[in-house]
């Protein structure tokens, strides 16, 4: 069994905004360096989120960095199960990562919704880092 090196959690209840169907970083882990001897991360995030009418579908992505433009270490897919507009939408996602130990361990959980036509607001989002 594998030896947690580091891990941190991050909640914040203050509410972000998705704008339409924009894709919106929704919660950042805090960014250290790699431990020595750190192979993977396990990153372990959840969202609960005000859905705006006429929404069809949400699309979860866990991405390195702080930034939109970081790699893509997870995808969701457009889930359609359980998303109704209008309705309170809550759910976990996970993903696994193998950077090059140069690399600062950070991530961020991104949401983007579907069909959309006004936006949508988290009320409690969380992310946890654990470092093996």
């Known amino acids: 069994m594998a030896q947690v090196l580091y891990q941190n959690f991050s909640q914040n209840a203050s509410p972000v905004t998705l704008t339409t169907t924009g894709e919106t970083i929704i919660i950042t882990s805090n960014s250290i360096d790699w431990p020595t001897g750190g192979n993977f991360a396990l990153i372990l995030a959840y969202l ?52 090059a130990p140069s690399d600062l361990a950070q991530y961020s959980l991104t949401a983007q919704v579907a069909g959309a036509s006004g936006n949508s607001t988290t009320s409690l989002q969380s992310i946890a880092l654990f470092l093996f």
């Open 48 to 99: 609960s989120l005000s859905l705006s009418a006429a929404t069809t579908g949400i699309t979860l992505r866990v991405r390195r960095g702080n930034a939109l433009t970081g790699a893509v270490v997870a995808t969701s897919g457009v889930i359609t199960s359980g998303i109704a507009a209008s309705t309170v939408w809550a759910d976990g996602f996970n993903a696994v990562d193998n950077p």
